[in-house]
T-cell receptor, first 115, second 110 residues
Framework: SAVISQKPSRDICQRGTSLTIQCQVD?????MFWYRQQPGQSLTLIAT?????????ESGFVIDKFPISRPNLTFSTLTVSNMSPEDSSIYLC????????????FGPGTRLTVL | GENVEQHPSTLSVQEGDSAVIKCTYS??????FPWYKQELGKGPQLIID?????GEKKDQRIAVTLNKTAKHFSLHITETQPEDSAVYFC?????????FGRGTSLIVHP
């Protein structure tokens, strides 16, 4: 498996502000993903974080709202911009390792509340 | 795209009983089927997975079965314990990105 840490673990923010979430992995991984999990719901993929290039976004998610960086093989950030109460959710970082046959591991999540 | 249906949404059992969660998928190209356990306040944890060349896999009290013809797979937990209480997610994937079911909240009563 992979050890994944996220910062912050939780935050309460005012509407209109932005929050950047960090994801750090203990080993080099090929794929990094960002998911959103709304209360009591399943996991929705926001985007695939690509090292050294723009992230690949899923339908319904745009770069202006969720800018993502991945400067190297062990670190990524997700920013939630111009937040509204509808952005209140758990944001999860996830990774796959090369040759791991699709095994995917999740970080502990960042619980975001927007007032 | 892939569509994964998961049932039941809530499952309540007595300690020591067995629990079964079932999932169906739509894409015949899917070949990897992981199961995740998510405890309150934590991220999903991969607990077991099965690949399309295998019909059944067991790990202590947990087992998964796969029927590729019918496109369904199941998670079986025997001798349930209170610490098994959590939300369980199934998923199916054919490439890098899995499609997740909606989750089953398992409650084990002592």
């Amino acid at each position: 498996s992979a050890v994944i840490s996220q910062k912050p673990s939780r935050d309460i923010c005012q509407r209109g502000t932005s929050l950047t979430i960090q994801c750090q992995v203990d080993s080099q991984v090929t794929m990094m993903f960002w998911y959103r999990q709304q209360p009591g719901q399943s996991l929705t993929l926001i985007a695939t974080a690509n090292q050294g290039s723009e992230a690949t976004y899923e339908s319904g998610f745009v770069i202006d709202k969720f800018p993502i960086s991945r400067p190297n093989l062990t670190f990524s950030t997700l920013t939630v911009s111009n937040m509204s109460p509808e952005d209140s959710s758990i944001y999860l970082c996830s990774v796959q390792r090369q040759g791991a046959y699709n095994e995917q591991f999740f970080g502990p999540g960042t619980r975001l509340t927007v007032l | 795209g892939e569509n994964v249906e998961q049932h039941p949404s809530t499952l309540s059992v007595q300690e020591g009983d067995s629990a079964v969660i079932k999932c169906t998928y739509s894409d015949s190209a899917s070949n990897y089927f992981p199961w995740y356990k998510q405890e309150l306040g934590k991220g999903p944890q991969l607990i077991i997975d099965i690949r399309s060349n295998v019909g059944e896999k067991k790990d202590q009290r947990i087992a998964v079965t796969l029927n590729k013809t019918a496109k369904h797979f199941s998670l079986h937990i025997t001798e349930t314990q209170p610490e098994d209480s959590a939300v369980y997610f199934c998923a199916a994937s054919s490439r890098y990105i899995p499609t997740f079911g909606r989750g089953t909240s398992l409650i084990v009563h002592p």
